[in-house]
């Protein structure tokens, strides 16, 4: 049974477990489009379709291996994801990525704070040894968020990527943080 994780607030930000209720807006609010840059720096398709992003949302909610947790605003609007998942709990490691889905929260120190919670809840609350993620070259911002945050350059996969936005490759940039690392915020 997965663990109950309380939310946190950062400014005007809040980071939560994602919930069967925010399905809809979840998908309204960041797909019906999708920003463009989130394609670009997840590598993910530019569309999804309604039923792709409710079959896959629901899917993820009793998932044992993962952790979905939203970042939304004061008027309640989801404005972003951080996720822990491809959960391995022999081994205590996992996955994580994180989007912020709009242009207007990016910047404002938001995806920094969410991966230094997301990063605390790996390793203070479901005890993992190793958090790993990957990040395109073509995302130095995010590089650095990762790096302020602990996590250590392990690899690269060079030119593993294309950018969307200008059709030229980019290196997949390996990371990872081991328990041993770890630092919680004060």
Same mark, same amino acid.
């Given at each position: +049974?997965?663990?109950?994780?309380?939310?946190?607030?950062?400014?005007?930000?809040?980071?939560?477990?994602?919930?069967?209720?925010?399905?809809?807006?979840?998908?309204?609010?960041?797909?019906?489009? +999708?920003?463009?840059?989130?394609?670009?720096?997840?590598?993910?398709?530019?569309?999804?379709?309604?039923?792709?992003?409710?079959?896959?949302?629901?899917?993820?909610?009793?998932?044992?291996?993962?952790?979905?947790?939203?970042?939304?605003?004061?008027?309640? #609007?989801?404005?972003?994801?951080?996720?822990?998942?491809?959960?391995?709990?022999?081994?205590?490691?996992?996955?994580? #990525?994180?989007?912020?889905?709009?242009?207007?929260?990016?910047?404002?120190?938001?995806?920094?704070?969410?991966?230094?919670?997301?990063?605390?809840?790996?390793?203070?609350?479901?005890?993992?040894?190793?958090?790993?993620?990957?990040?395109?070259?073509?995302?130095?911002?995010?590089?650095?968020?990762?790096?302020?945050?602990?996590?250590?350059?392990?690899?690269?996969? #060079?030119?593993?990527?294309?950018?969307?936005?200008?059709?030229?490759?980019?290196?997949?940039?390996? +990371?990872? +943080?081991?328990?041993?690392?770890?630092?919680?915020?004060?």
């Amino acid at each position: +049974m997965k663990r109950q994780i309380a939310p946190e607030t950062f400014g005007q930000y809040t980071i939560r477990l994602a919930r069967a209720e925010d399905a809809e807006a979840y998908y309204q609010q960041n797909f019906a489009p +999708m920003d463009p840059e989130v394609a670009r720096f997840t590598g993910c398709q530019p569309a999804f379709t309604r039923e792709e992003v409710l079959k896959a949302f629901f899917a993820h909610l009793p998932d044992e291996t993962r952790y979905d947790f939203l970042l939304e605003d004061t008027q309640g #609007r989801i404005v972003g994801e951080s996720v822990i998942n491809e959960i391995d709990w022999d081994l205590r490691k996992a996955n994580f #990525r994180i989007c912020i889905f709009h242009p207007e929260d990016r910047g404002q120190g938001l995806g920094a704070w969410a991966v230094r919670k997301t990063r605390d809840i790996a390793f203070g609350v479901l005890k993992l040894h190793r958090l790993e993620l990957d990040v395109f070259s073509f995302n130095p911002r995010a590089e650095r968020a990762y790096q302020a945050a602990g996590f250590v350059r392990e690899g690269v996969l #060079r030119d593993a990527v294309r950018d969307a936005s200008t059709g030229e490759y980019g290196d997949d940039i390996l +990371m990872a +943080m081991l328990e041993s690392q770890w630092r919680p915020e004060a």
